[in-house]
């Protein structure tokens, strides 16, 4: 297969203009806006859906519906990278009073562009398939909100029932490796803030203060044996208390203390374990200080993230005569996170998701020098990984399309799993 030169350098100016001018999470109206005029002209049915996210529908006779999503929100982070087409954007974020930057630098722009790339690859070739290609401009990826609002704004009456849904992630390894993962892939995950009440007062009489700063700390060293000592080794989980706060001044003994846990997992008993124990330290912490029951706020709750065995393994096999048999890896689980794991388990349809690797060699050949995802320094290279990105997500798609219309005697193949 043969990438149109014509639209990867078009795409590759939308990848620019995505770069420089990324939004935060749930604020991805000028991004809907932009892509819309990408679209425009080629016949496309284009739905939005929920308050930022797009439902497009390249539609081509009969045949099965695959549908492919990308990401579309940014992160609030300065960007350090250099580049000419930079981000200097800034935003406010949700909830907060100051504004921070904004970046692309989990590669959602390279993931929006390929999309692009997809759609006019599909739209160019429209002879040699049959069916429905319908693309998921997913907002709000970073803060698990997206996939979830799109399910509820009634996203699968928009695309219609897919047989497969397809997604690629950007990954801080070299342009033309891939890596794959048959089976669960990444982890649940659950953050929380911990809210602590205590009794504030002078830092003279601390008898009459329930001090939350010490009561906080108590929780926390205890709560580093929840995964020590309740999960049995082979089990993986994650708990992380990320910040703290309490206070302003030496001499005042404060009220209340917060901080913020985050939680990973692979099994729901391991998930349910890891909860109920956490609750037992808070409360145990919290009453022997005289305190009352600690409150949790649910920050965020990510789904797992499991591909298809037998789709992933055919996958596999066909992205090795694109890249090569030794440029793709069955890699091993991850304890990151992605709500993409809700389109699949919402439409009963199997799912795969894979990760496309996005960086120049240039001077930086050694993966531990490489900046990484969510680093102010990430810079992929544009024009290796959307060639790469758009024949493997072609190749995905059309071998779930049905072939041209004058040879349609071709067998579908069977999904390996169960719908
Ligand atoms: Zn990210
Ligand atoms: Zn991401």
């Known amino acids: 297969m043969i990438l149109d030169e014509a639209i990867l350098a078009a795409t590759v100016d939308d990848y620019r203009h995505l770069h420089r001018h990324p939004e935060l999470s749930g604020q991805e109206f000028s991004t809907r806006e932009y892509l819309r005029e990408c679209l425009a002209g080629m016949g496309l049915e284009i739905d939005d859906c929920s308050p930022t ?56 722009d390279l993931h929006m562009s390929i999309a692009i790339a997809l759609i006019r690859h599909l739209d160019l070739n429209r002879e040699s398939w049959s069916g429905t290609l319908a693309v998921i401009f ?11 609002s799109m399910i509820e704004d009634d996203v699968w009456a928009k695309v219609g029932q897919p047989s497969i849904i397809f997604a690629q992630h950007a990954w801080p390894a070299p342009v033309g490796t891939v890596e794959v993962v048959p089976g669960d892939f990444m982890a649940m995950a659950d953050s ?51 910040y703290i706060r ?5 001499n005042v003994i404060a009220d209340s203390a917060i901080f913020g846990l985050n939680l990973r997992y692979f099994d729901h008993q391991v998930r349910k374990v890891v909860l109920d124990a956490i609750n037992q330290v808070l409360e145990g912490e919290a009453l022997a200080s005289g305190a009352p029951a600690p409150s949790m706020r649910v ?52 799912q795969v998701y894979w990760l496309l690797g996005a960086q120049g060699e240039s001077s930086q050949s050694q993966a531990t020098e490489r900046p990484g995802l969510h680093s102010p320094h990430f810079a992929p290279e544009p024009i290796g990984a959307i060639r790469a990105g758009t024949l493997l997500a ?19 193949h069977a999904s390996s799993e169960g719908k």
């Open 53 to 108: 996210g797009l439902v497009v529908r390249l539609v081509n006779g009969p045949g099965p519906i695959v549908a492919y999503r990308a990401d579309m929100d940014g992160l609030p982070l300065t960007e350090l990278t250099g580049l000419e087409y930079a981000s200097v954007a800034e935003s406010k974020e949700a909830g907060g009073t100051g504004t921070v930057g904004v970046m692309h630098a989990c590669g959602h």
């Open 138 to 148: 997913q907002p709000a990826e970073e803060t698990a909100a997206g996939a979830r």
């Open 192 to 242: 929380f803030e911990v809210s602590v009440a205590g009794r504030g007062g002078h830092s003279s009489q601390p008898e009459t203060t329930i001090d939350p700063v010490v009561l906080a700390a108590h929780m926390i060293v205890r709560l580093q044996t929840v995964v020590s000592r309740r999960i049995a080794p082979l089990d993986a989980a994650v708990l992380t208390v990320a």
């Open 246 to 250: 309490a206070g302003a001044k030496e």
């Open 299 to 350: 920050l965020n709750s990510f789904p797992l993230l499991r591909n298809d065995i037998g789709e992933t393994e055919r996958l596999a096999e066909m992205f090795e005569g694109i890249v090569g048999a030794g440029n793709v890896t069955r890699g091993t689980q991850k304890l990151g996170s992605e709500d993409f794991g809700h389109f699949g388990e919402s439409a009963s349809a199997p």
């Open 394 to 412: 072609t190749t995905a798609c059309l071998s779930y399309l049905d072939g041209p219309k004058a040879n349609q005697d071709r067998t579908p």
